[in-house]
């Protein structure tokens, strides 16, 4: 049963899914009214890693492997999943996912209108909202500056943070080798504001992308991102929603291939 207190919690500052890729992107600069860049957040006793599937349903599409475009075009079923942890122990308490139809046109830099809906349905399903939310995707670090951390951050009111596995945006110089060690990523467009961090979350291996979500400062992100990171180069909430996300998508399409 969902508590009355995550439900309430879900319907913070929602809007309208169902809408044009115009009316999309008008909703994302309205929203940014809304960001808070500074800490804003209590004691973290929880945290959760987000992520969102896509699948193709049809026969020709269990046949073939489209490119990544074509598939993120043409898919027709979203999968939204969360895994929540204990902090700073990441033992893990819960995990739910929500598989809805997809209506939102592939649209580069409006995701969100993808993945959001679901990831909600997902949230609703734990008894408690985590204290803070980490999503496999940008926050800040957007055109708009309106990526999935920072949209979710807003519209549940909630601390998020945004570990993208590659750059969406913006420029940067290499960081140091060494787990920890990070560099600003810049947008050179916007006066070089620093948008997010390029940080090397275990040595000798690539970095990911942090950025700000919402109610949390970037060096905070940093911090906190570096606390969630064990052995792998992916922390660990993020990456335990991107393998669950995994799992149901082969159950969604084991069951349809039984159905045929």
């Keep these: 049963m969902l508590g009355m207190q995550n439900k309430l919690a879900i319907a913070a500052r929602s809007h309208s899914w169902d809408v044009s890729p115009k009316r999309a992107a008008a909703i994302q600069q309205s929203l940014r009214r809304h960001w808070v860049c500074q800490d804003r957040f209590n004691k973290i006793r929880t945290v959760a890693g987000l992520d969102a599937a896509f699948v193709l349903a049809g026969s020709q599409a269990l046949c073939h492997r489209p490119s990544r475009w074509r598939a993120a075009k043409n898919a027709n079923r979203a999968i939204g999943c969360v895994v929540l942890y204990s902090f700073p122990e990441l033992v893990e308490l819960d995990r739910a996912y929500a598989v809805l139809p997809l209506r939102f046109p592939?649209?580069?830099?409006?995701?969100?209108?993808?993945?959001?809906?679901?990831?909600?349905?997902?949230l609703a399903k734990l008894q408690h909202l985590p204290d803070l939310l980490f999503c496999d995707g940008q926050g800040y670090a957007h055109p708009r500056r309106m990526g999935l951390a920072t949209h979710l951050g807003i519209v549940l009111n909630r601390p998020t943070i945004g570990c993208a596995k590659s750059r969406l945006i913006g420029h940067h110089r290499k960081p140091g080798s060494k787990a920890g060690s990070w560099s600003p990523l810049v947008d050179e467009h916007a006066d070089k504001e620093t948008i997010g961090a390029v940080l090397r979350t275990r040595t000798g291996v690539s970095?990911?992308?942090?950025?700000?979500?919402?109610?949390?400062?970037l060096a905070s992100a940093i911090r906190l991102t570096l606390l969630v990171s064990d052995d792998l180069r992916i922390p660990r909430p993020t990456r335990g929603a991107d393998r669950f996300a995994s799992e149901v998508k082969r159950t969604f399409l084991h069951r349809h291939l039984s159905e045929k």
């Design 106 to 122: 592939y649209v580069p830099g409006l995701l969100s209108f993808r993945e959001i809906p679901v990831l909600l349905e997902a």
């Design 207 to 217: 970095p990911i992308y942090v950025s700000q979500g919402h109610r949390v400062s």
